[in-house]
């Protein structure tokens, strides 16, 4: 059986890599628990390697780290889109969003009672970054210092617009820093040697968040009980047991009452299931086809009018089928749930005619090539083999002969990241709700060079790309970044194909459910 | 698959005159000694096949246990391949890795970011439960069976035994996973999905690492009924393939000794066919089914692999699969290391049993 | 069993003492009339699979990889099998699936039935240090659960149905080296051997015309039992995606689509019921072959 | 001599399966056995001789049938019930079985196989049985009883392991011992040693035993009476003495002159042509014609039956070529007087 395995590709197993909006999310107000002593079991397939905030960039992880730890600011339910308080109670953003102050909530204290400190702030997230382990990324760059006890500042040396968008990642989870220093840890430079701290954060916790970690592990099951000193509202749960169940399975524990919320099944599992509610959604998980832009790899896929004769030829309609109820056709490449996201109406449009008319003007005659893609995992039940058949198929129909070239991950990553693959299909999980991530598809850039696509070859798009980066304010970001993805599906080698979809399945007897795409379901506020 | 071991070193002593030969203590130290000493050679043999097999990957490991952003970080994969000693040459990467298992240290696993020797101690008693369990249900059903067969041969019940256990080696174990996992769990519902435990159930106490006998141990009836609920079904479907091989072993072994002079002595004397055939028959035929069982073991660390991975069962099948998918190079030489240990250990106490069976064998 | 089951009573052997002769009749009296129709139908399924093997693009209703059905329907007229989750004819692909395997199959087999006599021939015939070397890593491998090592070598070498080959090939050559080796040990010292020596013929006349067939034949024996084995094997890595790749129709690959989608029992059912026939069929075969052997070489084939 | 008629054997056949169908092995076999009486049963291989002695106590394999009668104390052996039969195995009869290197439990006990039986037919306590077995083994001039019941059968050498099997035999004192080949698997040296040891039995014991054997020189130091069997038919019953001393059967005759000591007089050691027919290919008549030097048209079609000839003695030969008033020479002529070869005199213990 097939895995879904964490790492492997990276972005696919970031942090937000599973996303859900659900459908009429009612308003977030944390239930008052009236009901102490109840347990709640979620099936989870387990990507799971560590609780410690640190380390820890993975989906099953996030989802504990969220219950366990609070960051200074936070998403409520399933909106990715506007950010809230959570320690910090305010902040603002100076200097062109290259520095930032945070004001910390003084009535915030640790499971130990103690007070949640601008000092423990810094020191979390500066471990995080000095671990360098694969959430470091995260706050690069970013100087982080204390002002007084309750006042955090923050700052870049570039625009970094995004940043309140990134800080929600439990991987910035504050650390009772007196705590973990006695078990090991450290903020030095060195941390990534002399941090010892790991293995006592998993099995233990040192947040502030509303659960404290009871047991831990990787392959089974994490319970987490109520903080008894939590300085919110207290969880409607007492005791949350996070089981590590395959995904077919899910459903049928949950349609049984043996366990309330599953969050992997594919839509097809869905399907028969009865008694629950299902909470669908398109995540933020995008398919994409690339040609590679290089005539140095292929003659063929350079051309651009074989690239729009792709474009035209694939049947998104029947890839989204495959894909399943909740999944979408994405219409550039940053997913539709996200600020700057391209409105439906932008889809690429599915016409045989155009794309043999397109195939005409190439000048190539019968074109043959190699498609390349990673067979060793899955996204939300999704085989990438399964998708490469139906594009097979499709360009098939229109005289482009594909032979299949499935690879491992590990082989098809090196010559993805090479830029040596002609053709490709691949994924991108964001590794934070906000646009700006999407840029690495810009030409230089990270994703753009595995395309074999250069500053040279689009010149303007990589200027729009800089400004992009650099511009601030939710509506400018909104129309560059929607202007920067309709120039890539006109002039970039990359063909978004699908979002897949994400489901939430519970039992009736849970309130509020909401999925979210950074930790999968929201703990904090369930009923 | 043969199994030649006894015949290497066990010797069979054909003298005919002489004292009684009963295993002297310095006898057993000799011969303890020297199977101690071949199963290290075999060990590091082991360690030397998984590290050449391992450093054959053509991807890396850091891209396997890295995030892409990490990835793109050279600071980040720098910091990786230091810590997990990747960036040392692959001869000093061997005799570091050397150098740390005589302290018992089988390094950091980079999946788990936890010592490979923590890792194991999971997840082996789990497989090593499921194993022992399967191997039970085979012995009892197998030895059974193979006995009834062999004692009716050429009956009906020979033939049906016989296609049977042609049935049991022949059916791929994942796929009856998946049978039994449709049938008892979603269409009957009879047994819990997969797991060790019921959901919010804490394991007992670590005694053996077993559940159902750490349960026992402590007297929690209904810990154990749990832990037995979640075993059965893996351990049946794992034992099947066994159940075959036990069969017809047992079945050979039982027509081999009931051919011989001594049992027909033994009718000859007036003894009941009962007694004829547990005394008589049973024991030589144990010495087979004793090497068999060993195989078996052995075959069934293979089953595990494919039935923890449907069962949702974390041991060391599931952590091997996780292992060799990721390119998590200290837990593959661990496992690797690990499953000769038990293979070795295995064959050890199948000779030494073998040798209180057979008063003609000599450990040596 | 012994060679008696095989050998027709009154044959020109020595003549039978009293003790043989009730022993034989006694065993005659017992052989299972059954044995010869078990080898029989094992034959006649491999037959069949052959001629599908052969014949699947004219037996199979659909291509293996087209996809216009709905996805998951239960068996019906129109799809005997049903649809997987592609909407893709599983009875079609179970049919090309006998394409992959049944070649493999053979392949894996003859492969490791070459290299593994010829090495476990010369550790028989030359001995001393080549048989130290190549004994000792047939130990190495044989104290890996077969599995595991497949596993620690597709995934070392990227999974692909190539190296899940080559992978049950480093797997599987052991035991024909041990016993080729046990078998020419043993012929070297047989009296054939020492009287067709005495007759004086060459070493390698010995080798080829004496020693060829009676190493030869439990060798065959051992690579027909071999073969379950090696189908088995093979898609038990596919199954778990180390071996043939989406969308190749390969057998354990298919059940693994059917793990994913378990509650539509036809998508791991049918593929399952292949890979069972085939090598239900190859033990069948030789099971009945191991019976014609002498006991002492049948202890060798082990199980 | 014997006092009493122990076992009395009437019309015995036995059928058995074979592939090619059922095959009668043993044809209408009549003897008996009286108290303390040594009875030899001679033939080759596949005379039926060891069939006949399986068949007494219903040890013959599954699909075979036993017809006739086999009365033990008044009781048919034949209509026994399984359960009934079996307290006559090893208690009333018992065997030795031919080769003592592999009748022998290899994994259990002396002690084991010595007191498993009596424990059972005579329900002995443990101590009982034990003490019993010490006795048996003393008078098989076991050294070291107290050691032997301890050791296991591969410490000791064949001869010794044939006492222990005759100690076994003889543990729950039964009436009747049927030794088949007991001596066969043994040095030269050795057998004599065991065919004194059953002698000595039968005198100091009063236990009859039956030896079955196809060497004649085994027979003619202790049986008191011989049969002679071919293709599963008696041919020629008699007094020991007289039968080796006058042989009248052909087949008598031939095995006689094949004996190893036969050379010493002047006579060169002459096996018999051809070799015993199987089961399946029984030639018609009289089964041994085809190997029979004085073997006439008649002897194919008829089967002669077994009739006396007076002094208690019966042959089945109806040319009876050996009668002593007939003088026909032949090349075997002079086997009429054969000394026999007694393996007492080489006696070595």
């Known amino acids: 059986m097939r895995k879904h395995v964490a790492g492997a590709i990276g972005a696919l197993a970031s942090a937000a890599a599973l996303a859900i909006s659900t459908v009429g999310a009612a308003s977030a107000t944390a239930a008052p628990s009236a009901s102490g002593g109840k347990t709640l079991v979620i099936d989870n397939s387990f990507q799971l390697v560590t609780a410690d905030p640190g380390h820890m960039f993975e989906p099953s992880g996030e989802l504990v780290d969220n219950g366990l730890y609070d960051t200074l600011v936070t998403f409520q339910g399933s909106d990715l889109k506007t950010v809230v308080p959570d320690l910090a109670t305010s902040w603002t953003s100076l200097e062109n969003s290259k520095k930032y102050i945070f004001h910390l909530n003084p009535k915030a204290r640790f499971s130990d009672g103690t007070p949640v400190t601008s000092a423990d702030v810094v020191w979390s997230l500066d471990r995080m970054v000095n671990l360098k382990g694969n959430p470091s990324f995260l706050l690069a760059g970013e100087k982080i210092v204390a002002q007084g006890p309750e006042t955090v500042v923050m700052t870049s040396a570039l625009p970094n617009p995004a940043l309140p968008y990134i800080l929600p990642n439990p991987a910035t989870g504050v650390l009772n820093s007196k705590l973990v220093k006695a078990h090991g840890g450290t903020d ?28 831990f592990s990787t392959t089974t099951q994490v319970v987490m009980k109520a903080n008894p000193n939590y300085w919110g509202a207290k969880p409607a749960y007492s005791t949350v047991d996070l089981r590590n169940v395959q995904a077919p399975v899910q459903g049928l524990d949950v349609e049984r009452g043996a366990n309330e919320i599953a969050v992997d099944l594919s839509p097809a599992q869905t399907k028969s299931l009865s008694g629950v509610q299902i909470k669908r959604a398109p995540s933020p998980n995008v398919f994409f086809l690339f040609t590679n832009n290089d005539p140095t790899i292929s003659t063929v896929t350079s051309n651009p009018w074989f690239q729009k004769a792709v474009r035209a030829a694939i049947n998104y309609k029947s890839l989204v089928a495959l894909a399943g109820t909740g999944s979408v056709q994405t219409p550039g490449v940053v997913p539709t749930v996200f600020l700057g996201a391209l409105p439906s109406s932008a889809d690429s449009k599915t016409s045989v005619s155009v794309a043999k008319a397109d195939l005409a003007k190439s000048g190539l005659k019968n074109p043959s090539v190699a498609l390349t893609y990673p067979t060793d ?121 699908i979002q897949t979809a994400q489901v939430v399945v519970a039992t009736k007897s849970v309130k509020n459910v909401q999925g979210n795409g950074l930790w999968l379901v929201d703990l904090r506020n369930l009923g | 698959m043969t199994c030649g071991t006894l015949a290497n070193l066990a010797v069979i002593n054909t003298s005919l005159r002489g004292r009684a030969r009963r295993v002297t203590p310095a006898g057993l130290g000799r011969f ?63 005799v570091i890795y050397l150098g740390k298992l005589l302290h018992g240290n089988l390094g950091i696993s980079e999946q788990s970011h936890r010592a490979v020797v923590t890792d194991l101690a999971e997840y082996v008693p789990a497989t090593i439960e499921l194993a022992l369990f399967a191997i039970v249900i085979s012995l009892v059903l197998g030895v059974g069976l193979g006995i009834l067969a062999a004692v009716r041969r050429g009956k009906l019940v020979d033939g049906v035994i016989r296609v049977i256990s042609l049935l049991g080696v022949s059916m791929p174990t994942f796929w009856v996973a998946l049978l039994a996992f449709y049938l008892f769990f979603f269409r009957l519902g009879w047994f819990p999905s997969g797991g060790r435990l019921g959901p919010a159930v804490t394991p007992p106490g670590n005694i053996t690492g077993l559940y159902t006998v750490d349960a026992l141990l402590h007297g929690d009836w209904s810990l154990f009924a749990s832990a037995l609920d979640h075993l059965v079904l893996p351990g049946l479907v794992l034992g099947i393939y066994t159940v075959g091989t036990m069969v017809r072993f047992t079945r050979a072994s039982v027509l081999e000794v009931i051919n011989n002079d001594y049992v027909r002595a033994a009718r000859v004397k007036g003894l009941s066919e009962w007694t004829v055939i547990r005394r008589h028959v049973v024991r030589p035929a144990l010495l087979g089914i004793a090497t068999v069982s060993g195989v078996a073991f052995g075959s069934l660390l293979s089953g595990t692999v494919l039935v923890e991975n449907i069962f949702g069962w974390p041991g060391i099948g599931q952590y091997a699969y996780n292992s060799a998918i990721n390119l998590d190079l200290p837990a593959i030489m661990g496992v690797s290391m690990v499953v000769a240990f038990i293979y070795i250990v295995v064959n050890l106490l199948v000779d030494i049993l073998y040798s209180i069976l057979d008063p003609r064998i000599e450990l040596r | 069993m012994t060679v008696a089951d095989s050998l027709p009573l009154d044959s020109d052997a020595a003549p039978p003492g009293v003790e043989e002769q009730l022993d034989r009749s006694d065993r005659a009296a017992l052989r299972p009339p059954w044995r010869q129709p078990l080898a029989l139908t094992g034959g006649l399924v491999i037959l069949a699979w052959i001629v599908i093997a052969i014949f ?52 894996l087999v003859a492969v490791s039935l070459a290299i593994g006599s010829l090495l476990g021939a010369m550790a028989g015939f030359f001995g001393g240090i080549v048989d130290s ?18 596993l620690a070598v597709a995934a070392a070498l990227g999974p692909q149905l190539r190296n899940a080959v080559l992978a049950v090939i480093v797997v599987s050559w052991p035991s024909y080296a041990r016993l080729a080796r046990s078998l020419v040990l043993g012929a070297r010292t047989s009296e054939y051997v020492t009287s067709a020596r005495l007759f004086g013929s060459s070493g390698w006349r010995v080798l080829r015309v004496e020693l060829g067939p009676n190493v030869a034949g439990p060798l065959l024996v051992l690579a027909t039992l071999d073969v379950g084995n090696a189908v088995l094997l093979l898609s038990g890595l596919s199954f778990l995606g180390l071996g043939a790749q989406p969308p190749t129709a390969e057998w354990g690959a298919m059940v693994s689509a059917g793990a994913q989608n378990f509650n539509s029992w036809w998508v791991g059912l049918f593929p399952g019921l292949a890979i069972l026939t085939v090598v239900l069929a190859f033990n069948f075969i030789g099971d009945a072959l191991r019976d014609i052997l002498d006991p002492r070489t049948a202890r060798m084939l082990g199980k | 001599m014997s006092t009493g008629t122990l076992l009395e054997v009437e019309d015995l056949s036995v059928r058995l399966r074979t592939a090619r169908g059922i095959r009668l092995a043993v044809d209408h076999v009549s003897f008996s056995i009286g108290q303390g009486e040594i009875l030899g049963i001679a033939g080759e291989s596949g005379s039926g001789k060891t069939i006949t002695a399986l068949s007494l106590l219903g040890l013959l394999p599954g699909g075979s049938r036993t017809t006739g ?130 002698d000595q039995l039968r005198r100091e014991r009063g236990v009859s035993v039956m030896i079955i054997t196809h060497d004649l020189g085994v027979l003619s130091s202790i049986s008191d009476r011989l049969c002679v069997m071919y293709g599963g038919r008696i041919v020629e019953h008699g007094v020991t003495r007289e039968v080796l001393g006058s042989p009248r059967h052909p087949y008598t005759n031939g095995l006689m002159q094949a004996l190893p000591g036969a050379s010493g007089t002047g006579v060169p050691m002459r096996p018999i042509g051809g070799s015993p027919p199987s089961l399946d290919d029984m030639p018609s008549g009289c089964s041994f014609h085809p190997r029979c030097d004085y073997a006439q048209v008649s002897c194919s079609s008829k089967v002669p039956p077994l009739r006396p000839i007076g002094g208690g003695r019966l042959l089945a030969c109806d040319p009876d070529p050996l009668a002593p008033d007939r003088s026909e020479p032949s090349s075997s002529g002079a086997a009429t007087s054969v000394p026999v070869p007694d393996p007492l005199a080489e006696q070595v213990p």
């Open chain 1, 377 to 497: 995992v899955q996204v939300n039940g999704i085989n990438f083999g399964d998708l490469a058949a139906r594009v097979q198929q499709d360009l098939q129909q229109v005289g482009i002969t594909v032979t299949l070239q499935p690879q491992s991950v590990q082989v098809a990553l090196q010559t993805y990241r090479g830029g040596k693959e002609a053709m490709g299909l691949w994924e991108w999980g964001p590794d934070f709700p906000d646009p700006s991530d999407y840029l690495v598809f810009g030409p230089g850039h990270l994703v753009g060079l595995r395309a074999g696509w250069t500053t040279a070859d689009a010149p303007g798009l990589a200027t729009l790309a800089q400004k992009a980066a650099d511009t601030t304010g939710t509506a400018a970001r909104q129309s560059v970044f929607q202007a920067f993805q309709q120039q890539l599906n006109q002039r970039g080698p990359f063909m978004p194909l």
């Open chain 1, 188 to 215: 030095a430079a060195n941390a990534s040697t002399k941090d010892t701290a790991e293995n006592w954060l998993n099995n233990h916790s040192a947040g502030s968040g509303p659960y404290v970690l009871s047991s």
């Open chain 2, 32 to 94: 303890l000694g020297r199977r101690i000493g071949i199963g290290l050679v075999l060990m590091v043999g082991i360690t030397l096949v998984a590290f050449v097999l391992t450093h054959l990957v053509p991807g890396n490991p850091a891209a396997a246990n890295l995030g892409q952003r990490a990835l793109g970080d050279p600071a980040i994969v720098k910091a990786f391949n230091h810590e997990y000693g990747l960036d040392k040459p692959v001869v000093d990467q061997y």
């Open chain 4, 69 to 198: 009668r086999v009365v033990l104390d008044g009781r048919d052996l034949l209509t026994l019930h399984r359960r009934e039969l079996r307290s006559v195995r090893g208690r009333q009869v018992s065997m030795v079985l031919q080769d003592p290197m592999t009748s022998l439990h290899p994994l259990l006990r002396i002690e084991v196989q010595m007191t498993e039986h009596v424990r059972t037919h005579l329900a002995m306590s443990k101590d009982q049985a034990r003490e019993r077995a010490l006795e048996m083994l003393a008078a098989v001039r076991i050294p070291d009883p107290e050691q032997a019941l301890a050791s296991h059968p591969h410490q000791f050498s064949g001869g010794m392991r044939q006492r222990i099997a005759i100690a076994m035999a003889l543990a729950c004192e039964p009436r009747l011992i049927i030794a088949d080949e007991p001596t066969t698997a043994l040095d030269v040296t050795v057998q004599a040693g065991i065919l004194s040891l059953l």
């Open chain 3, 56 to 107: 699947a693009p004219l037996l199979a209703p659909d291509p293996p990889n087209s996809q216009f059905a709905a996805p998951l329907l239960a068996p019906t007229h129109q799809f005997v099998f049903g649809t997987d989750q592609l909407g893709r004819d599983i009875f079609s692909r179970v049919l090309y699936g006998a394409r992959l395997s049944l070649p493999l199959a053979a392949l």
């Open chain 3, 133 to 150: 070397v190549i004994m000792r890593i047939a130990d190495l491998v044989f104290a890996f659960p077969g599995i595991i090592l497949a």
